[in-house]
């Protein structure tokens, strides 16, 4: 398991969460809810700078792979939130990488940013990296053969995946899906172009600006290029199993229609005929199309996957906001995968306890198992508690953040019930009704 340890950086006055292989994130707007999410997406894809690192520069010594990373991690965190000039000089954030062994990254502010790598967790990335740096020298780059050449490349890469992997603890690919994910169907490819222009003038001029959010939403509309590109002309391959006929199902219902691709124009068919663009389709459409693709790429690809989504609820309609959430559960718990949430919406929380329950019953009456399959089946499809319903508490975490509270972050998974507790938008709701008795008393 992994954590992250935040103190007085930005909003965040002290947070401490464990990185469970489900984490969710409840919270008043400007309440540290991204902040907490893009940090963890910064620590997690550290792996990938080590590793383009390593690939390019394995010839150096130990030593100047430790200073050139964390030259790396530095000019990275200003791209990401800015120059510490305008953070507090006493903030600080650990992440551990291996809650186990103890092996973390910290990061401080005294006049500048400090990076300081644990002296044992090092001495194991170290010794990690010497067999891949003999590796990457002995590779013969002398095959006239372009086939071999491809595949040599690619035993070569999967080779130091597989190691980098381990000395970062997660062999998940990590990705940030950024609120305001319209960006990619709803505007035209010149827009997209001019934004991107204005981005790289942006950073390479110092402007100050949200670099992290633009940096994010740049990573994002490349991605989703590679998902349309990805179903181009494609029918989905869809086996013919109760489990992908139900992911079929849940998609259609969350759509209202079916997505298809055909030579390069994405389209919402309602029928067999009739259909609309993708870019003028409904704002819900537009914002959740790139997550249902990813999540049929995960399960395609058979991929470890670890996905941090800003407010999937976004524009959807309650029903389509608990067939989402039951999606990804569904999808993270076939690919052994991570997913990150973080939400405004009762609803999704109120979706996470049931899947909570459903654990907690199906574990105390293993013998009615068929009689709850029955209640949860979408049009007769059948599917197993354990790749359906089924989330285990031990893998799960939820915090709510408020600020000015007394506790900024805290846990709000009572492990006794295993459910979310403490919901302060149920208070929210207590205050309107309240509002509407005081009125209603009037009369």
């Known amino acids: 398991m992994q954590k992250i340890v935040i103190r007085n950086f930005r909003q965040i006055s002290q947070a401490e969460l464990e990185v469970k292989d489900f984490l969710f994130l409840i919270g008043e707007q400007a309440s540290g809810k991204s902040t907490i999410a893009k940090l963890i997406y910064f620590f997690k894809s550290l792996k990938q700078d080590y590793f383009n690192l390593l690939y390019d520069s394995h010839k150096q010594p130990l030593c100047e792979l430790q200073k050139k990373l964390i030259t790396i991690i530095q000019n990275k965190f200003a791209v990401y939130f800015g120059y510490t000039s305008r953070l507090n000089d006493d903030f600080y954030i650990q992440y551990v990488f291996s809650t186990e062994k103890g092996y973390n990254l910290t990061l401080s502010k005294k006049k500048s940013l400090q990076i300081q ?11 990690k990296t010497i067999p891949l740096q003999k590796l990457l020298n002995r590779k013969d780059n002398s095959r006239t053969n372009f086939i071999l050449q491809e595949k040599a490349k690619n035993a070569l890469v999967g080779k130091m995946t597989t190691e980098v992997n381990k000395m970062f603890f997660d062999e998940r690919e990590t990705l940030f899906f950024p609120a305001g994910r319209n960006i990619t169907v709803s505007y035209p490819e010149q827009f997209q172009l001019l934004f991107f222009g204005e981005l790289k003038s942006a950073l390479y001029n110092n402007t100050e600006t949200n670099t992290i959010d633009i940096n994010l939403i740049k990573e994002f509309v490349s991605y989703s290029k590679f998902l349309a590109d990805y179903f181009n002309g494609i029918e989905e391959n869809i086996e013919k199993t109760p489990f992908r006929k139900l992911v079929s199902s849940i998609i259609s219902q969350i759509l209202h229609g079916d997505y298809k691709n055909e030579n390069g124009k994405e389209r919402i068919f309602y029928t ?17 199309i790139r997550i249902i693709q990813d999540a049929i790429y995960i399960l395609n690809e058979k991929q470890k996957a670890s996905r941090i989504i800003e407010e999937p609820e976004t524009h959807l309609f309650p029903k389509a906001q608990k067939l989402l959430i039951e999606l990804l559960i569904l999808v993270a718990n076939k690919t052994n995968s991570q997913l990150i949430i973080t939400t405004h919406s009762p609803y999704v929380q109120s979706t996470f306890n049931n899947m909570l329950y459903y654990t907690k019953v199906v574990r105390a009456q293993p013998d ?76």
């Open 368 to 443: 009615k198992i068929n009689v709850i399959e029955d209640f949860f089946s979408t049009e007769k499809l059948k599917i197993s508690a354990k790749e359906y319903m089924n989330i285990d508490p031990d893998k799960f975490q939820a915090y709510a953040l408020k600020v000015g509270s007394e506790v900024y972050c805290k846990s709000i998974l009572d492990r006794e019930t295993q459910l979310i507790g403490d919901n302060s938008i149920d208070e929210e709701t207590e205050n309107i009704n309240n509002e509407f008795d005081f009125l209603y008393s009037m009369i």
């Open 117 to 127: 790598f644990d002296a044992e967790y090092w001495d194991f990335i170290s010794k």
């Open 272 to 288: 067999e005929k009739e259909f609309v663009p993708l870019n003028i389709s409904s704002s819900g459409q537009q914002e959740v």
